[in-house]
């Protein structure tokens, strides 16, 4: 079953313009991990958080974690058309080889 | 490098009929395997995972299955296709045998069962 959920389901900004995604989970964690694809493709990996850490930075993409809540965020600044995709959360369980991942956010830039 | 291939790229196929889709990754050693499907405008839905030859773990009970012949080889079969086997297919591989760190995803496979 999935364990990450992602808020909202869709989203479309203006380029220049941060978009913003959450997840959800359910269940203690190793770490998060966030993945993007573009339409027909595989998915590509972004970022990992580990349950430790609170906030990560990689270029434009700045992820947060709040164990206590169970969520996660992240958050991609001064967006651009390229980044016009679907963004999934994943998380694991400890002692587990398994990720469950979300069903994604669909963010849309327009140029 | 490591680099992953998955074959075919789209797959149209009649209701009862056999399934093989070939997965195969490079440049690693002992990598955890995984088969992924996705439905139309949805998440990820794991079908199979494996940590070693011949070590097959699956997830949802269906009417598929998953073969490890070779370090570095994973199939997901069929005898005979469902209207429901319809979907995206995506193979992925991480740093095995002891974590799932970072998946590697290929480039899927969009099947169509008519």
């Known amino acids: 079953s999935q364990q990450g959920e992602e808020d909202p389901q869709a989203l479309s900004i203006q380029e220049g313009e941060n978009a913003t995604m959450n997840c959800s989970y359910k269940t203690s964690i190793n770490n998060l991990q966030w993945y993007r694809q573009n339409s027909g493709r595989g998915l590509v990996h972004l970022i990992l958080i580990r349950s430790n850490e609170r906030e990560k930075h990689s270029g434009r993409l700045r992820v947060t974690l709040d164990t206590s809540k169970k969520s996660s965020s992240l958050l991609i600044t001064a967006s651009r058309a390229a980044d016009t995709a679907s963004y999934f959360c994943?998380?694991?369980?400890?002692?587990?080889?398994?990720?469950?991942f979300g069903a994604g956010t669909t963010v849309t830039v327009r140029a | 490098s490591q680099t992953i291939h998955q074959w075919p790229a789209t797959l149209v196929q009649p209701v009862g009929s056999p399934l093989s889709l070939e997965c195969t990754v490079e440049g690693t050693s002992n990598p955890n395997l995984y088969w992924y499907r996705q439905a139309a405008g949805r998440g990820l839905q794991l079908l199979f995972y494996s940590v070693g030859i011949g070590q097959i773990s699956s997830e949802v009970p269906q009417n598929l299955s998953a073969s490890r012949p070779q370090d570095r080889q994973f199939i997901l079969s069929s005898k005979k296709l469902l209207l429901s086997d319809s979907g995206f297919y995506l193979c992925?591989?991480?740093?095995?045998?002891?974590?799932?760190?970072?998946?590697?995803f290929g480039s899927g496979t969009q099947l169509s069962v008519l």
């Open positions: 992925a591989w991480t740093d095995g045998p002891s974590t799932n760190e970072k998946l590697f």
């Open positions: 994943a998380t694991d369980a400890p002692n587990d080889y398994k990720l469950s």
